[in-house]
């Protein structure tokens, strides 16, 4: 049956492909956006614009509106949720928050993969003093703001909360995080990685499978946290030795004591148990799958 889906960032990365997806299934689709990222969807879609941090803009943009579906690719803080909260309370009937692998950073380690209940969102402090929107901090801010946004939300439980707990998504050319990229530039360059432990693996997923995971959940019924990743995780030297396998080119490392000296590079292993996931019905698919395509896209992207 056909929805009506508002998605809160989809002109760019894998909230472009979400909304494609969404197109395709025959969903009515409104996007929110500053207008300041074409997209390519032309009339196929309705277009909002407006500040998602504006709480008075997203009032008015939004006040006779209802929808079906909400996809929140912007939810940054704790200051997003509340206005999420003023803004859809009682005007959607699924609210699903993008959220990221990174909230678990800051636990112990287990020894095992991280389950959603190992985030106890319930516990989490929220500061209401920090300067949420201050745009220089928007770095030193993510994971925090991340798990409190989530936990004001669940605090609050006004809306039908799906949170969606992405590993680190990986794409073509349109990823502009430049991740993946670090790796292609370096062993194309000759240079040399610097990791902490090679058995500190992460989970990671590939654009077009967040965007895939994400139109799957908009079209259930459970809620709560969900983590999301592909099969077989890879840790910072495991992946630079696959570009440069891809690549033909020489992988030149050294180990160091201290971690986070390249993307992804962790003292401790970072991977998410996607046994809910499964349980639920959803085939996450495996790292090989799409990796190396992945790789050279990005080799090509930078020539």
Not at 30 to 51: K, L, M
Not at 169 to 198: C, I, K, S
Request: glycine share 8%.
């Amino acid at each position: 049956m056909p929805k009506h889906s508002l998605v809160i960032g989809g002109t760019r990365f894998f909230g472009k492909l979400l909304v494609q997806r969404l197109l395709r299934a025959g969903h009515r689709v409104t996007i929110a956006t500053r207008g300041y990222a074409p997209d390519p969807f032309g009339s196929r879609i309705e277009r909002v614009r407006v500040d998602r941090r504006n709480e008075h803009a997203m009032r008015n943009a939004f006040r006779d509106a209802t929808f079906d579906i909400v996809y929140d690719q912007m939810c940054y803080s704790p200051l997003d949720a509340a206005i999420s909260t003023r803004v859809f309370a009682g005007k959607v009937r699924r609210y699903i928050m993008t959220s990221t692998i990174d909230a678990y950073r800051g636990l112990e380690s287990t020894g095992r993969p991280l389950r959603e209940s190992d985030l106890a969102v319930h516990a989490q402090r929220i500061d209401t003093g920090y300067p949420w929107h201050d745009p220089q901090r928007a770095t030193e801010s993510y994971i925090a703001g991340k798990v409190q946004a989530e936990a004001y939300l669940v605090r609050d439980g006004s809306l039908p909360l799906v949170t969606v707990r992405l590993a680190h998504v990986l794409g073509g050319p349109e990823d502009f995080t430049g991740r993946l990229a670090y790796y292609v530039d370096l062993v194309r360059q000759g240079g040399t990685l610097r990791y902490a432990n090679p058995q500190a693996r992460v989970s990671f997923m590939e654009a077009a499978g967040a965007a895939d995971f994400l139109a799957w959940a908009g079209a259930q019924d459970f809620t709560g946290p969900v983590n999301a990743g592909a099969e077989e995780p890879l840790s910072a030297y495991d992946l630079h030795a696959r570009v440069a396998r891809v690549l033909d080119e020489s992988a030149h490392s050294v180990q160091v004591a201290q971690a986070g000296g390249s993307p992804f590079d962790f003292a401790q292993p970072l991977v998410l148990d996607t046994t809910r996931a499964r349980a639920l019905g959803y085939r996450f698919g495996h790292t090989d799958e799409w990796l190396d395509d992945t790789i050279r896209h990005h080799d090509l992207a930078f020539i």
